[in-house]
């Protein structure tokens, strides 16, 4: 081997090397990134056994409207979220999306109201934005039977 | 004696060039994979747009919003599975020593800007889709997020392809770039299970394969996915041709420049 392949060679070599450790940092920051802050919202659940660490500082809070609750008063819009068995009444100042209604999944901005719960707050969630999430569950529309119905 | 030779020689060479010339323009003009390619994707769009518009129901939810689910997700996996697969698989193929060939490079940089437009349109049509449903028109969960970045990793991978060095080197830059813009692509996939995000998890690829949609929504989306499909085989073929007639504008170049030596005095 001549001392030009061998430089050659060991080029290559070094090349490779700085690639595979940037691709393990790539990887390791998605990685750490994602895992920690990715999470795009708490479920109520979540939300309310760590209520400790949230305090009163702005999340997102994710749950499915309570149907029976839902309440318009003056630009508020008052209601409840549920996630598994865990109930937290929500007063809104944000228009609520046009699919906004009892059963769906949202996703709310806000925070905790002051309290004397854990973390200094109450269960209340003051929020200032409304999202629909919707599920991958698609329904096919009946209008025949609407029309049953209004005859 | 010896400049008759090369006079021999160099109208071989002429010859030879001519040839290959007259093989590029022959390949590249109309052709029944072109015909076939357009008038399919022609068709499949007019069916998908009948089909979706006024066959398909409403969605008890999401009404007429539903029939955005023939667009973006059919755009969607053309860009993810169908164009940046292929760019993954060409550029494995120029990097593996046995089947290397500067065809791969090339279709690896046609299915990529296919994907990059794709992509474009995935985002486009996902936040309009975002506004009418979520109330948003974009908002940083992880696979909107993530899709972003997909965007930027194959647009840089584009600008690297313009980059200068020998035909190999090129290459070689290109495929290993092309490796790793593709670490992204699992990654928007599996978003929505690792991760608690605004964006619905699959309707079609669900871990098991089965549909949470009806099955004439179901069946209009396949259709949607045929359409983006050959639209995508059509714009390959038509880019490639792209690549082979910019070899014959290089050839001409080349041949006018050795008449303009031979001329001289």
Redesign the interface.
């Known amino acids: 081997m001549t001392t030009n392949e061998r430089l050659l060679k060991r080029r290559k070599l070094r090349i490779v090397i700085v690639l595979a450790i940037l691709l393990v940092i790539f990887g390791a920051l998605i990685y750490e990134g994602l895992t920690n802050s990715i999470e795009y919202f708490e479920t109520a659940s979540q939300a309310v056994a760590n209520r400790q660490t949230l305090g009163t500082s702005d999340f997102r809070i994710e749950g499915n409207v309570i149907g029976s609750t839902i309440k318009r008063k003056n630009e508020e819009t008052l209601f409840s979220i549920s996630s598994g068995k865990t109930v937290v009444p929500v007063i809104s100042n944000g228009s609520p999306p046009q699919l906004f209604q009892p059963g769906i999944p949202v996703v709310l901005v806000g925070h905790f109201a002051k309290g004397n719960g854990p973390g200094g707050t109450s269960l209340l969630f003051l929020s200032s934005q409304i999202m629909v999430k919707h599920t991958n569950q698609y329904i096919a529309a009946h209008p025949n039977r609407v029309k049953i119905v209004k005859n | 004696m010896t400049s008759i030779l090369e006079t021999e020689n160099s109208d071989n060479q002429t010859q030879k060039e001519i040839t290959l010339i007259e093989n590029i323009l022959k390949k590249t003009g109309p052709s029944y994979t072109k015909y076939i390619l357009g008038i399919g994707s022609v068709l499949t769009a007019c069916l998908t747009i009948w089909l979706g518009l006024f066959i398909?129901?409403?969605?008890?939810?999401?009404?007429n919003t539903?029939r955005l689910?023939y667009v973006h997700p059919p755009v969607a996996w053309a860009a993810l599975y169908l164009a940046f697969g292929t760019t993954t698989l060409a550029s494995l193929l120029w990097l593996w020593p046995k089947t290397r060939s500067y065809f791969w490079d090339k279709i690896a940089g046609a299915s990529a800007e296919i994907g990059v437009l794709y992509l474009a349109l995935t985002l486009v049509t996902g936040s309009i889709w975002g506004r009418?449903?979520?109330?948003?028109w974009w908002?940083?969960?992880?696979r909107l997020?993530l899709t972003a970045v997909l965007l930027v990793l194959y647009i840089a991978y584009l600008a690297i392809r313009q980059l200068d060095g020998s035909d190999k080197t090129k290459a070689n830059r290109n495929a290993?770039t092309a490796l790793?813009a593709a670490?992204d692509v699992p990654?928007v996939h599996f978003?929505v299970l690792?991760?608690?995000?605004?964006h619905?998890?699959?309707?079609v690829l669900?871990p098991g394969l089965h549909l949470?949609?009806?099955l004439?929504?179901g069946l209009t989306m396949g259709l949607g996915f045929l359409c983006t499909t050959l639209i995508w085989g059509w714009m390959m073929k038509v880019r490639y041709d792209i690549e082979l007639l910019k070899v014959v504008d290089s050839e001409i170049e080349l041949q006018r420049a050795i008449m303009q030596r031979r001329n001289e005095p």
């Open positions: 398909t129901p409403k969605d008890e939810h999401l009404g539903v689910l009418t449903t979520w109330g948003v908002t940083w969960d992880a997020t290993i790793f670490i990654i978003s690792w991760w608690n995000t605004l619905q998890t699959a309707s669900t949470t949609v009806p004439s929504m």
